[in-house]
Every structure is written in C-alpha cells, then in structure tokens.
C-alpha cells in the first residue's frame, strides 16, 4: 500500500451553530412578552384586582382583603340576587364600594326592623351572622328599572341602598368572583 492511499482526507473541524441558544433566547423573550400582553388583557378588560376597605361585608369579605372582581361577566348575565358586586359609590362617583345585591328591578322592597321583605316575602340571608343584623327599618318601594337595590351584610355598620338609595346598572362595573389574599382566606366568593 502505497502512503498516498493510507492518508485520510484532513476534514475541518467546523464551529457548532451558535444560532440554538440566541434561538432560545428569542423564544424565550416571545413567550415572555406574549404572557405580559395577555395578562394585560385579562386586567384590563376581564379581571381586576381589587383590596377591600372597611368591614361592611364581613364575615364574607374582610378589610384588606385582596381580590379580583370579574369585569366581564355581566355582558353575557344579568346580575343576580346575591351577587356582590363592585360599582361606583352614587354620592362620589371617584369612590367605588362593594356590596351585594339584595334587590332586583322591579322588586317590591321593604324592610320591617332588620328583615328584608321581597315582594312580600322575607328574604332568607344566611350570610348576614345574628351579631351583624340590626333593626333599622324602611318604608315599602320598588327599584326603578335598571338599578339594583345593595346592602352590605355586615347590616349595623354598612352604608348602602338604605342610605344612597339604588344603584344604577350602569355604575356597576364587575362582580366579586375570588379573594387571593390573604392565604388563608384564599377561595372562591359566594
């Protein structure tokens, strides 16, 4: 064998592409900006986060509690019975209170020493604790169309439709759905 057939051709070694991690990088900053413009979105237009300020509806929510009112809900439903809800204070508009919506429009309303009377019957309020009840009372009245009758459930001490009369719809603007903080209140709002 001749030295000419036993020399292996000489191959270069050649630099590995540097274009996987700069590759990475760039999907990486994509992800990143993509989960900053959809978290954007959802704040922006279908949840806020909210604190509570004041005692108005413990022993539901509490003052400082941290939660996220869902701004989109009642384009698809109709506010209910029950629902708390954040709007819009009537008397400073620059002030937004949370309370829940004790009467619909159209209801028949009215409230004999602490009981509330829906359309001529007592309306069952399991989340209003016997200590909370007081025994104010308020001549008959129908909610107006489009505006909803509100309470706080902490009844000795909530300034609410009792005192500002009713809320119109269209200072309602999301729907208590879930406290974040703190941990250990941390759950779903009912």
Known sequence: MSEENQQQPELEATPAPQTKPRNEMRQWVRDLLVSVVVSVV????????VRVEGTSMQPELRNSDRLFINKFVYHFEGISRGDI???HYPLNPKESFIKRVIGLPG????????TVYINGKALKEPYVPARYRDHR??????VPPHEYFVMGDHRNISEDSRDFGPVPRSDIYGKASFVYWPASQMGVIH
């Open 85 to 87: 809800v954040v709007f």
């Open 42 to 49: 959802i704040i922006t237009c279908l949840y806020q986060p």
């Open 137 to 142: 009372s308020m001549a008959a009245g129908v």
């Open 107 to 114: 209801d028949h309303i009215r409230i004999d020493q602490g």
